[in-house]
């Protein structure tokens, strides 16, 4: 696995909390059947101050639900890491359905390219698609299954482009080299970087870390509890 120096963008109590947690899991690797990997599974493992690392921002069009839900799932993933495509194909859309669609839910995505220069440019394209309102499509795109055999290089991307139904394919091109996106995903990447994570996929659902493609049951869990924290 790659890895880079982390940007502690966020020292002291949050930073040191999440470094805690995450260094309890492998976040590449789904636990045995019957473990569970949530953090808020005890109240040891739930760091509330974290949650200040969701944005909310309504116009987000890395994010799905809305602004004011409840609970905010935080991606942290990679469009080369085959367990991040496992968990957007199957645990994912079931989510969506199961909470998003209801106003329970919000999924904010965060692109964290830690496989090379492939990843990097499929993390600024994920966020050129974004910028004409395509990024979901994209994402479903990147992660099907055999997409990532095909390779992240130019070409490709703008085929996953046309494929998600980006309508300028121009604009697509300059977004995806121009320095609004390079800002972007080094933002996310920092983010990531300074709460300890270090592979993909890593989630936090209002301050709870969760390593890996779990099971559906383990973010229900999850989802469950910060529901009724919140009161609702």
């Known amino acids: 696995m790659s890895t880079s120096k982390p940007y502690l963008i966020g020292a002291g109590v949050a930073v040191a909390a999440a470094l805690a947690a995450f260094a309890s899991y492998t976040a590449t690797k789904p636990a045995e059947p019957g473990t569970s990997v949530v953090a808020g599974s005890q109240s040891t493992g739930v760091h509330p101050e974290l949650e200040a690392y969701a944005r909310r921002d309504g116009k987000d069009p890395?994010?799905?639900?809305?602004?004011?839900?409840?609970?905010?799932?935080?991606?942290?993933?990679?469009?080369?890491?085959?367990?991040?495509?496992?968990f957007a194909r199957d645990t994912e859309p079931a989510l969506i359905e199961k909470y998003v669609r209801e106003g329970t839910l919000r999924i904010e995505w965060r692109n964290f390219p830690i496989f090379g220069a492939p990843s990097e440019g499929a993390a600024r394209a994920s966020w050129a698609a974004g910028q004409q309102g395509r990024f979901w499509q994209f994402h479903k795109a990147a992660y099907a299954v055999g997409a990532k055999e095909k390779g992240f290089g130019?070409?490709?991307?703008?085929?996953?482009?046309?494929e998600a139904g980006v309508a300028d394919l121009d604009r697509f091109g300059r977004d995806l080299d121009s320095e609004a996106a390079r800002r972007a995903v080094a933002k996310d990447q920092e983010q990531a970087y300074a709460l300890g994570a270090t592979s993909t996929p890593s989630f936090l659902v209002n301050g709870r870390p969760i390593a890996g493609a779990q099971p559906m049951e383990t973010f229900t869990e999850a989802i469950e509890a910060a529901k009724r924290e919140a009161g609702r």
């Open 62 to 86: 890395l994010a799905v639900g809305r602004a004011d839900a409840p609970v905010v799932l935080i991606e942290y993933a990679d469009f080369q890491c085959g367990y991040c495509g496992k």
């Open 154 to 162: 130019k070409e490709r991307l703008l085929a996953l482009a046309r």
